[in-house]
């Protein structure tokens, strides 16, 4: 291999042939030009470590040379050779750029020495150039390591998540990301768990399912690429601007996916580009070591966790948790509920069984319940007979479906029937829900044992209505019926429309049996709800062609579905809860009219109704 590539330039053919002929003797690899537009010529196709050229030459001279050829390569070597008179021309030659200059005549060392030095600082300047870049790269890889210390500092999914979001917007320069973590190792659907920047969490999908994902995102699953996907989205600031395409970079390790973390925006509207996308890859491999130290923990702190009798978790660890929600809940604006089951004293039970056959009875009971429960229900054990139930991202109506479907599960168990001889006597279930019913554990606890307590002095108790068909639980409440003028049943039906409007965003549902005589005025009132569109299902009952004018949204069932022929009301929701049932014909002293807001009846009284008529009816 020779010592460096050589281009001599000399208009006399004897100093090209000496050149040649000395440098080639040392081991050079030389090839000449016979003027500078030759020389040229030559550059444009080819690289050569030194340039050694006359200065006096016709056409292109050799200074012209040096700054032609220093416009195109600032680093080109240039060995100016001259004779003595023209030593000043060479000094301005060298000004312009030329690295050394010789004088003719010149020997081998003469020409060897200069060679070698320049060669020598080459070197030197290139080996200075890789040690500063390796010592950038150790100062990249030091900082990288340093940033993601931070990652490894918490073992909670929901503070990593927001700092891996954050980690990968800085290093991107990312104005805006949200990252989906997998619950659960082994997970294909991931949950949305943090955000930063310029995003609007309410429009973010809360899953994200990665069996779901279009071709585009192939070479992310199977590679574990992080990718721009090419679809430009609006900004949605209002200015009419366009967003750049997005990054997604997969967490991915061991060669399975984690999780995946979405930037947008760039600082000054540049796109993601390859170092990007290296960057992004590095620190998320860190990221993703600390979701498999995350994920790990909590696999073993909810085993951890467990109170041994019942197989419940402990009442310390489920109020962690709910903490843990709340702030969840608050940065993400999502509901969670509460579920208190309290299945009364076991003093019976303690006195008929020992402490091994009664954990045996404790666990049976857990078991049932929990198998009404969803995957993402946690079940903790309070006391000996009292139960808490986390309902993530459920709201008070999500909660009354879960809470009615434990009682199912434990009256249909048969479980209680061992304490109490109808197995129902003294179960009892409250629920509270985050933002509704309280932002903190302490205030969500006070309203369940305020729930609670309404239960046991409830009517639904009093009136022994648990368990008792729709119809049933009208005749009985029919018979504490008190008088009231004859258009009252109207003016609570228009009032109930009314709050629909007023709460367009809370679930629930308005059931409305007003009779044959009512309903005529009802219809119309419902009329104003044309063009809204209430998260409040209305349900009326009449025939087709009695349902209200105008594109209300409005479910009609046939009277002859209607388990009871009596003309009622029921509203229930996030908010207050109501029902009225009344005589259809007023008597001499005014109308047989019965109206409550017992929560836990209403609540019986829709659950019942929803099973007779056969229909959802959105609880």
Partial sequence: ????????????????ELIEGLLTGEGYQVQTASNGEEALHILEREDFDVIITDLVMPGIDGCELVERVKERNPDQEIIMVTGVVDV??????????????????????????????ILQRRRLREEHARLVAENLEYMEVLSLYERAQGLFSTLSLEPLAERIIEGLCLETRAQGGVVWLAQDSGETRFRLMGARGLIRVDEEPEEMDIERLGAEFQPLLDEGQSIVVDAARPRGDGD?????????????????????????????????????????????????????????????????????????????????????EIQKANRFGRPFSIVRVDVGSLSTLRRSTSESQLGHWLEGLVHHVTQALRATDLMAVESESRFVVLLPETDSLGAAVLKERIRAAIERSGV???????????????????????????????????????????????????????????EALLEHAELAPPEMPERVARFLIDEVSRR????????????????????????QLAGTEPRIEVVLVCEEGEAPKGGASVTCVAPRRS?????????????????MVFEDKPGDDGLAFFHTADRALVEHLAFELQRELGVPLGI
């Fill in 1 to 16: 291999m020779p010592k460096a590539r050589i281009l001599a330039v000399d208009d006399q053919r004897y100093f090209r």
């Fill in 88 to 117: 000043k021309t060479a000094v301005e030659a060298m000004k312009q750029g030329a690295t050394d200059y010789i004088l003719k005549p010149f020997d081998r060392k003469t020409l060897a020495r200069s060679l070698d030095g």
């Fill in 240 to 324: 009419g601007g366009v967003r750049s395409a997005p990054l997604f970079v997969p967490i991915r390790h061991a060669g399975s996916l984690l999780g995946l973390a979405r930037l947008t925006d760039k600082l000054e509207g540049e796109v993601f580009d390859d170092r990007d996308r290296a960057a992004a890859e590095k620190f998320v491999s860190c990221g993703a070591l600390a979701v498999v130290n995350a994920l790990r923990f909590r696999s073993l702190e909810r085993r951890s966790f467990r109170d041994p009798a019942t197989k419940a978790y402990t009442h310390a660890y489920f109020e962690d948790v709910v903490r843990n």
């Fill in 416 to 474: 209680l029937d061992s304490v109490r001889g109808d197995g129902k006597g003294e179960l009892s279930l409250a629920a509270a829900s985050f933002p509704s019913d309280g932002t903190q554990l302490e205030s969500l606890d006070r309203v369940l044992d305020a729930r609670l307590e309404e239960h046991r002095t409830s009517l639904l108790r009093s009136l022994k209505l648990e368990g008792a068909p729709f119809e049933q639980a009208l």
């Fill in 504 to 527: 367009p965003l809370d679930r629930g549902v308005l059931i409305l049996s007003p009779g044959a005589q009512r309903l005529p005025a009802v219809s119309e009132h419902l009329g």
């Fill in 563 to 579: 388990p009871s022929a009596r003309p009622f009301l029921i509203y229930y929701g996030e908010g207050p809860a109501y029902a």
